[in-house]
């Protein structure tokens, strides 16, 4: 396990963050939009070694309720942070963060090379995602970009949406 566990109301009383597995990607795909396939091409990433997709899961029964992605460049980069509406402000999204900043510092000890460092693009209309990585220790740093992109909505209809991001640095 990568995270630290993470009290919780809603039922949840310990959460751990791992890596995804097949079964986690099947669980998944039951709550994404038809033909979404977030989770199956994060999964697929992970497999190619592009990513590492972290999961969120409640010790109590097993359910996902949340993930990230990691990649794996340098610096690596924190994409697609996401915790269950349900159970959102309950230390999910900081397990997951703080399980990121582990898999970082693991990948460092055993290269032997490289800074120990982590990259998030935060959106601009998104104040507090910003808040909570700063309050973990990230920093502004300025630099801003804009992504175009595509994604299934709740009724499986294709939308395209341009994202403005601030990006936000941590080093230890």
């Known amino acids: 396990m990568l995270g630290s566990p993470a009290g919780g109301d809603a039922g949840l009383s310990h959460v751990f963050v791992r890596r995804c597995t097949e079964a986690d990607v099947s669980a998944l795909e039951t709550r994404e939009p038809p033909g979404s396939g977030y989770a199956r091409g994060a999964f697929a990433r992970q497999e190619a070694g592009v990513v590492e997709f972290l999961v969120a899961v409640a010790v109590a029964d097993g359910t996902v309720v949340g993930s990230a992605e990691l990649t794996n460049g340098e610096p690596s980069e924190l994409k697609n942070l996401g915790v269950d509406e349900g159970v959102r402000g309950h230390g999910l999204g900081t397990a997951l963060i703080r399980a990121a900043e582990l898999t970082v510092d693991a990948r460092i000890t055993s290269a032997g090379v490289g800074e120990r460092s982590l990259v998030v693009g935060v959106g601009l209309d998104n104040p507090r995602a910003a808040s909570l990585y700063e ?25 395209t949406v341009t994202e403005r991001d601030e990006e936000l640095i941590k080093r230890w």
């Open 135 to 159: 309050r973990l220790g990230y920093r502004r740093t300025g630099v801003l970009s804009s992504t175009t992109y595509s994604y299934v909505d709740a009724e499986g209809v294709t939308q």
